[in-house]
């Protein structure tokens, strides 16, 4: 059994020999791991809020663009609706300019007409008073006194003459 329990001697060397590793660990290397640790944690936390700063910067940014992207969107459909509202201005006033002018040129071929018509109804009461002065003419010249031989000749007079 001595091989499996340990003897005083080696417990107190021991026990000496981890006091002086314990006193020289701390009184030199405990400061330097420690400081190391300590640089270490605050590099992490720093790089944590550094990492929470740029994401919170993220979330602004997205918002942002999200919102230009909105106002980009509203000032399309505003121009777009603009562009529309303009299309639609020129459609009508084009109509509207072409209705008027269909209907002056409308006016304008009635009143044309019009005058023509009255100009052929003139010229045809002029040549059938022409036509009934120059029977009156020829029947005055002669003579008759017969009204049926006075008939006759205006009979024969109206076949003579032809109208144009």
Partial sequence: ??????????????????????????????K????ALSEREASIEKALSAAEKAKLE??????????LLAEARME?????????????????SARNKANEEGGRMIAQAREAIENEKR????????????????IAERILRKELSNPQAQQELAQDYIREVTLN
Wanted: cysteine-free; proline content about 3%; overall charge negative.
């Fill in 1 to 30: 059994m001595e091989l499996v329990t340990p003897g005083v001697g080696l417990i107190f060397w021991q026990t000496v020999t981890f006091i002086i590793v314990l006193f020289l660990l701390s009184k030199f290397a405990w």
């Fill in 32 to 35: 330097p791991i420690m400081s």
């Fill in 58 to 67: 993220m979330q602004g940014l997205k918002a942002e663009n999200e919102k």
């Fill in 76 to 92: 399309r459909d505003k121009i777009l609706k603009e562009a529309s509202d303009a299309g639609n201005a020129m459609i009508e």
């Fill in 119 to 134: 100009a052929a109804i003139t010229e045809v009461k002029n040549m059938a008073a022409a036509l009934s002065v120059d």
